[in-house]
């Protein structure tokens, strides 16, 4: 599998961009999909998961009611709506793949597939 992320930028605090995560290869469209956060001199973080048929969704509280995720099976793609965006969300934004039979949205090592990332960066 392969996760290509794009859709980062540079945008004023209080903008909005859309992220989106294509996946080649084998299908993701069973998994549970992730992105994570890293922050220049700070570890990577969990920012949102959505289960394969987006009935379910998960945020870190920092983005809750700000950021939305969720998925297109059919196009096997994975997209990340950040809005009202804050300084604090400069980042680069990776997607990942929930390894099959994993516990922990939030854990990064529950994640075997990764995107290269993309860079976002809020102005203030």
């Known amino acids: 599998v392969q996760l290509q992320a794009y859709g980062g930028g540079l945008v004023q605090a209080g903008g909005s961009l859309r992220l989106s995560c294509a996946a080649s290869?084998?299908?993701?469209?069973?998994?549970?999909m992730g992105w994570f956060r890293q922050a220049p001199g700070k570890e990577r973080e969990f920012v949102a998961a959505?289960?394969?048929?987006?009935?379910?969704?998960y945020y870190t509280d920092s983005v809750k009611g700000r950021f939305t995720i969720s998925r297109d099976n059919a196009k096997n793609t994975v997209f990340l709506q950040m809005n009202s965006l804050k300084p604090e969300d400069t980042a680069v934004y990776y997607c990942?793949?929930?390894?099959?039979?994993?516990?922990?949205?939030?854990?990064?090592?529950?994640?075997?597939?990764w995107g290269q990332g993309t860079l976002v960066t809020v102005s203030s």
């Open positions: 990942a793949r929930f390894r099959f039979g994993g516990r922990n949205y939030y854990m990064e090592d529950e994640y075997d597939y």
């Open positions: 290869g084998p299908t993701v469209s069973s998994y549970v």
């Open positions: 959505i289960t394969w048929s987006g009935g379910s969704t």
